[in-house]
């Protein structure tokens, strides 16, 4: 973030953490360009003009959107953009550009537009206008004064934005209404001073999103309370409110104090025990007990306006449920006008109408094209009875199996050991093959004689 410090801290003609284009260090031929003055009109070289204003004019309002400032001054930008002792010679030509535009407008002009009277420092603002400006706006000139306050509108709809969000996130948003002061407190972080801060307000009022009114001296804000809703005026209800929530606060302020003062008499009581000063004592535990008493009522007090506080916020949530029920109901008979139960009943009679023909059409299609031929299931069923019992009575073709043949033998089949089954294969070897068996050399033995 590019903060007044750090712009300190940073060399004239720097580039304070990088937020300045490229060409800012790189390129002196272009830069040197870009500081020179502007034309004094545009149709003398439009091509030089438009590459000015398009650098100039985006940089000034990223610059101001990152310090999160929404007032400029001309003095104020000139020395943020200095580069090696070098002032930009043609701002206040982007600045009058801007005004042309709609994108800044002076703050004097601003204020004018929407209701600051309650803002104490807005007098001063259009009164105390130097000469010089009054001459010269009636003179035509337009230059813009160096100390000339302007306001960017777009920032300060971002930051009107950000301080309504702030206010919905905060413990004040329970209240329909809430003092300026303590808004001022909230709001610290995000405005950078005062002006900036009845601005923003200025811009919340201008869209209907706030709006403020001074009650015996002091300034109470109230708040829209949806994000797309108007706000309506303060009425009695909203003073009757916040006096109630002021009377809370100064009675939980006056408990607290209360509290504090028992506690110092108890100490008071303990010491003088200690002393050996018993009246003493006595005296201060007897005043502590009047203050416990005294705290007891205002308890009482507080609980009794809480309760009030309690039973006007429901009723204003009730009130909120009631007219969402009527644009329910309202919305509703809206979208029902034009149908009735005859015309839901004759609906659904057409549909299911076009189902069945639908259905209809369906199995004629499923039924196919027979091409004139006409067959009679019954003698189509006895033909195939006859064909299969055919089947039954050919012989089969296929030979015995032997394996069966086997199996079905009313001999029975010996059991027959290992060593039986050898010499029986030896003996048959020898039978095929005409030769004498001999122990030492089997294989020998078995091989044929040529």
Known sequence: MWSPEREAETPAGGDPAGLLPPEWEEDEERMS??????????????????????????????????????????????????????????????????????????????????DSSWISWGVGVFLLKPLKWTLSNMLGDNKVPAEEVLVALELLKEKAEEVYRLYQNSPLFSHPVVALSELSTLCAGSCLD????????????????????????????????GPHAKVSPVNDVDVGVYQLMQSEQLLSCKVESLSQEAERYKEEARRACRAGKKQLALRSLKAKQRT?????ALHA??????????????????????????????????????????????????????????????????????????????????????????TTKEPSDLPDNPQETFHTNSVPNPRISDAELEAELEKLSLSEGGLVPSSKSPKRQLEPTL
């Open 33 to 114: 360009f870009l500081f020179s003055a502007f034309k004094r009109s545009r149709e003398v070289n439009s091509t030089d003009w438009d590459s000015k204003m398009g650098f100039w004019a985006p940089l000034v309002l990223s610059h101001s959107r990152r310090q999160g400032v929404v007032r400029l001054r001309l003095r104020d930008l000139q020395e943020a953009f200095q580069r090696k002792g070098s002032v930009p010679l043609g701002l206040a030509t982007v600045l009058q550009d801007l005004l042309r535009r709609g994108e800044l407008q002076r703050e004097s002009d601003f204020m004018a537009s929407v």
């Open 292 to 296: 416990e008493k005294r705290i007891e």
């Open 194 to 225: 005062e002006r900036t801060f009845c601005l923003v307000l200025l811009q919340l009022q201008k869209e209907k999103r706030v709006t403020v009114l001074e009650q015996n001296g002091e300034k109470i804000v109230k708040f829209a309370r």
């Open 301 to 390: 007090k507080l609980d009794t306006v809480q309760g009030i506080l309690d039973r006007i916020y429901a009723s204003q949530t009730d009130q909120m449920v009631f007219n969402a029920y009527q644009a329910g109901v309202g919305a509703l008979k809206l979208s029902m006008k034009d149908v009735t139960v005859e015309k839901a009943e004759s609906l659904v009679d057409q549909i299911q109408e076009l189902c069945d023909t639908q259905d209809e059409v369906s199995q004629t299609l499923a039924g196919g094209v027979t091409n004139g031929l006409d067959f009679d299931s019954e003698e189509l069923e006895k033909e195939l009875d006859i064909l299969l019992q055919d």
